[in-house]
């Protein structure tokens, strides 16, 4: 899998999800939606594995991409919600998740519609549920990063027929957050011998799927996030 050309194809979907989710007085606001590379490539997997990508296989990756910015607007949120800037964030979120149904509808993907809905919905629940933990566990960590993270990923591969490859999902985007020591999903509140021996674990189970799935190298690196890819002057470029 050569570096230049999955760089290409990442930097085309960004250009055109941008495009697809813009608007001018929210962009104004608040900055265009932010949508993680790792999060992109994972995205593009079913295609980029194949090393062809086809349209007809972007339009629900592009829903994807939409309401993956729902969910990352929707997030910022404060529980009471009464400040402007709050209010205007909640707008954004409802706009990015609409466009996910219009872009499936205009390309009459109804059977799709239904599918992305019952994720998006998951999805929303296990939000809902976050925000309301008392005591997070690793279990449970790892439970949300599969629910709110990677549900919608699970859903477009079972619906591109790559189903072999989900278990990988949850194991890859959890190391990518604890080698990132990212806040997501309350990981701080976890104690450092806890990340330690939850990190060791799921770089086991990933070593196991990968050579299971015979991955190559280089492609575990774009999983785990090891190939960086920074954004730069509005395009990701991988270092």
Same mark, same amino acid.
């Given at each position: 899998?050569?570096?230049?050309?999955?760089?290409?194809?990442?930097?085309?979907?960004h250009?055109?999800?941008?495009?697809?989710?813009?608007?001018?007085?929210?962009?104004?606001?608040?900055?265009?939606?932010?949508?993680?590379?790792?999060?992109?490539?994972?995205?593009l997997?079913?295609?980029?594995?194949?090393?062809?990508?086809?349209?007809?296989?972007?339009?629900?990756?592009?829903?994807v991409?939409?309401?993956?910015?729902?969910?990352?607007?929707?997030?910022n949120?404060?529980?009471?919600?009464?400040?402007e800037?709050? $209010? @205007? &964030?909640?707008?954004?979120?409802? /706009? %990015?998740?609409?466009?996910?149904?219009?872009? +499936?509808? =205009?390309?009459?993907?109804?059977?799709?519609i239904?599918?992305?809905?019952?994720?998006?919905?998951?999805?929303?629940?296990?939000?809902?549920?976050?925000?309301?933990?008392? $005591? @997070? &566990?690793?279990?449970?960590?790892? /439970? %949300?990063?599969?629910?709110?993270e990677?549900? +919608?990923? =699970?859903?477009?591969?079972?619906?591109?027929?790559?189903?072999?490859y989900?278990?990988?999902?949850?194991?890859?985007?959890?190391?990518?957050?604890?080698?990132?020591?990212?806040?997501?999903?309350?990981?701080q509140?976890?104690?450092e011998?806890?990340?330690?021996?939850?990190?060791?674990?799921?770089?086991?189970?990933?070593?196991?799927?990968?050579?299971h799935?015979?991955?190559?190298?280089?492609?575990?690196?774009?999983?785990?996030?090891?190939?960086?890819?920074?954004?730069?002057?509005?395009?990701?470029?991988?270092?």
């Amino acid at each position: 899998m050569k570096k230049t050309w999955v760089e290409r194809q990442i930097n085309t979907y960004h250009t055109r999800l941008q495009s697809l989710v813009y608007e001018r007085s929210i962009n104004e606001e608040l900055g265009a939606p932010v949508v993680s590379p790792l999060f992109i490539f994972l995205t593009l997997w079913p295609q980029l594995q194949k090393e062809q990508l086809d349209e007809q296989a972007m339009i629900p990756a592009l829903a994807v991409g939409a309401a993956k910015c729902s969910f990352e607007v929707h997030d910022n949120v404060t529980l009471d919600a009464v400040e402007e800037r709050d $209010q @205007l &964030t909640v707008l954004a979120g409802d /706009h %990015y998740s609409g466009i996910y149904y219009q872009i +499936l509808a =205009e390309h009459r993907q109804f059977k799709r519609i239904g599918q992305f809905s019952q994720a998006i919905m998951a999805v929303n629940e296990a939000r809902t549920t976050y925000r309301f933990e008392q $005591q @997070l &566990t690793p279990e449970r960590w790892l /439970h %949300y990063v599969k629910e709110i993270e990677v549900r +919608l990923l =699970e859903t477009l591969y079972e619906d591109s027929e790559q189903a072999a490859y989900i278990p990988l999902l949850s194991i890859a985007y959890s190391l990518y957050l604890l080698q990132q020591n990212s806040e997501r999903w309350g990981l701080q509140q976890l104690s450092e011998k806890e990340r330690r021996t939850l990190q060791q674990n799921l770089e086991i189970q990933f070593e196991n799927q990968a050579k299971h799935l015979s991955m190559t190298a280089s492609e575990q690196d774009f999983w785990l996030g090891r190939v960086t890819v920074q954004q730069k002057e509005g395009e990701f470029i991988v270092i």
